[in-house]
C-alpha cells in the first residue's frame, strides 16, 4: 500500500548544550537553570537519554530482546510536571509475555543551596491490566517541584524478535541528547526505516559476540528418557549501531493535525530475515497482501465469518417482509448497532467469539464488526471486512499485521461502489464511520483471498446551511431565528456532541455558540433522509456597537470565522479537515425604521488554486432589507504542506471579510 508520509521539520543548534550523559551526575548548576537555553517556552526538557538493544540467549526461548533505557528529564514549570510520570505497554499472552523493571528512580531537587535526593518508592509503581492482551507498567516520580530533575532507567524484556523499539529521538519538549544503540546478531537482518527529514548520526561496526549459558533437555538414551544438562557457548559477529541527534526541538502540534506521531522524528526496524546455523534462510519479507491473507486465515477473524447457526433464527426474525438487499442491509446494520455494545476496545481481532459476543450483546471491535459482516454474508450480500489503523495508531511504514488495529465492514456492489459500515457507533450510517477511522487507506479482505486497498477519505462534502433572519432595533437589541440544516458528517458531529445532553444542557451549549445570546423556542428533528435540522430564537443586545449616532454590526453575528486558523510562516505538515465540506449562509436583515445603510462589505468571490476550495460572500441592500448569501467550500479533507500559503491566504481573505461591519446612519 503506498503510504505517504509527510516529514517535520528539525530545529537543530548549532552547538550542543553541555549535558551530562550519566545517571546520577546531576550538578548545582542544571538544578539553577530556570529556563531551557534554545526554547524559553519549554515547561520542561530531556537533557539526556539513552537506548539500547540487544539480543540474549537461551535453550528455551532461543533469541529474546533486552532493550534498557535511561532518561534524566529537568522540569522548569509547573505546566512540565506531567513529565515526572512514565507508563509503558507489555504484550502478554498467556505464558508469553514482555516484563518491563524500572530502577534507578530518584527525583533530585535543590533546598538551602544542597542537592537532596528522593528515590522512588515502591507504592510509585504501578502496573494496571489494559486489555486481555496488554498491560501497562507506569511510575508516579516522588517530590518534583518546579526546577527539579528526574531520572529513571527500564529495563524491557521481549520474546517477540520481529518487534524492535520505536525509538523517538523527538518529543514535545525539547531533547538535548538522544541516543540509540543496536546490537544485532549476524543471524538476523533488519530493515531501517526514518519518518521525519532529519536522519540521525549514525556510527556502526562490527564486534565478536559470545552467547554462553546453562541448557537442559531431555535425552532418549539407554535405559529411557533422562535429564541432561550442561554449559553452551558460541560466538557470532554482532552487527553495533549508534544512532544519535543533538538539541532536537519540541515538537508542535500546528492544529488540523490527524495524528501528530506521524511527522516525529523516529527510527523503526523491520524483521526482514533469519538464518541460523546449518539452517535455510527464513525470510520475514511480506507485502500488504501477505499480511491480511495471514491475518483473513486466522480463527479469530476469518474464521468468525463461517459462524452463523447461532444467530439464524433471530435473523430470520428480523428479516421477515424484507426481499431487497438494501432493505436487508439497513435492518441487519441497525441490528446489529442498536443490539450489540462496544467494550472501548480496538482490535481486528474477534476477542471472546463472536458467537458468545452476540450472546452477550457486548465485545471488541472485532466482535461487533465481524458479527455484522457474517450476518450479511449469510444473506448472499458481498460484505467483507477492511483492515483499518485509526488515526491514533497512525500510518505504518511497511507491510505489517501490527499496522491495523481495527475492522470495518465494506459492501461491494456489482458496479463497483463500495458501502463502508461500522456498528461499534451508534451515531454511525452508511458511509459515515466514526472520525478516527478516516486515516487515509483500510485493506479490504475477501474470502478468496484476494485483497486491495480502501480510500477511507470521504470524497463527498458534507454540508451545513444556516439560514438567520433578524432585526435590529434601534437600541442595539438584535432578535432573530435561526435554522441549521446539517447533513452527512455533520449529522456525525452533532450527534456525537448531543449524547445524552438533556434540552437544557442542549440550549445553553447553543447559548455558548451564540456569543451568550439568550435562546428560546429550541427544537431540532432528524429526517428520514438522517438530516438534522435545529432551529431557535436568539436575542441579543452585544453583537451591535453604537457610536455617534450609527449602528455598527457584522452581518454574520455570531457565525463569522473569528481570525484566521493558519498563523505560522511555514507548515510542514498537512492541513486535515477530516473530511470535505462546505457552509452555506443565507440572511435576511431587517433595517431598523428611521435608519438607512451608510456602508457594507463589498462582494467578493475567491476561489483557490489545484481546486482546494473556494469562497463567496454577495451582498445585496433592497430596501429596508439586506440579503446575504455566502458559502464556504473546501473540497480535499486532507491539503498537502506544499499548499499552504495557499490555504493561509485565502482563510487570510476570508476572515476579513467575514469581519467587515455595515454601518447603519439615521436617514436625514
Sequence with gaps: MKQIIYVLTLLLSVSSIAQNHELGEVTKEELLEKKHPIDSSAVAAILYQKGETSFEFNQTEGFFIVTEVETKIKIYKKEGLDWANFSINAYENGSTREIVDFSKCITYNLEQGKIVKTKLKSDGEFKEKRNKYYVEYKIAMPNVQEGAIIEFKYRFKSPFISNLFDWEFQKEIPVNYSEYLTKIPEYLVYNTYYKGWVSPKLETEQRDRTFSGRYNQMVN??????????????????????????????????????????????????????????????????????VAKNIYNHEDFGGQLKKDEFYKDELATLLQGKTTKEDKVVAIFNFVKENMNWNDYHSFFSESGIKKAFKDKKGNVGDVNLLLISMLKSEGINA??????????????????????????????????????????????????????????????????????????PNNKS???????????????????????????????????KGDLSEEKMIESKEKLTKDSDI???????????IIMETYDFSNANLVEQISGKLYFNPLLFLKTEENPFKQEERVYPVDFTFPNQYKYNIMIKIPEGYEVESYPESLNLAMENNLGSFSFNIKVNGNMIQIASSEDINQAIVPAQNYQILKTFYGSLVDKQNEKIVLKRKI
Design 221 to 290: 538414551g539407554q535405559g529411557g528418557f533422562r535429564s541432561e544438562n550442561g554449559n553452551f557457548s558460541f560466538t557470532c559477529k554482532e552487527q553495533f549501531k549508534k544512532y544519535y541527534l543533538e538539541n532536537v526541538s519540541a515538537l508542535k502540534d500546528e492544529g488540523y493535525v490527524d495524528n501528530i506521531n506521524n511527522y516525529r522524528v523516529t527510527i523503526l526496524h523491520e524483521l526482514v530475515s533469519t538464518q541460523y546455523p546449518n539452517e535455510m534462510i527464513k525470510s520475514y519479507a511480506t507485502t500488504w497482501e501477505d
Design 384 to 457: 467483507n471486512p477492511v483492515l483499518v489503523s485509526t488515526k491514533s495508531n497512525g500510518i505504518a511504514l511497511f507491510p505489517s499485521r501490527n499496522a491495523f488495529n481495527y475492522v470495518i465492514c465494506a459492501i461491494e456492489s456489482d458496479n463497483g461502489d463500495i458501502t463502508l459500515l461500522d456498528a461499534t457507533d451508534k451515531y454511525s450510517q452508511p458511509n459515515i464511520i466514526p472520525i478516527k477511522c478516516l486515516n487515509w487507506y483500510g485493506r479490504l479482505v475477501r474470502d478468496d483471498g484476494s485483497s486491495t486497498t480502501i480510500n477511507l477519505i
Design 463 to 497: 454540508l451545513k446551511n444556516y439560514t438567520m433572519m433578524f432585526d435590529i432595533q434601534p437600541d442595539g437589541v438584535i432578535n432573530g431565528k435561526v435554522r441549521e440544516q446539517n447533513f452527512d458528517y455533520f449529522v456525525y458531529l452533532f450527534n456525537k456532541r
Design 520 to 530: 428560546d423556542n429550541y427544537k431540532f428533528n432528524i429526517s428520514n433522509d438522517n
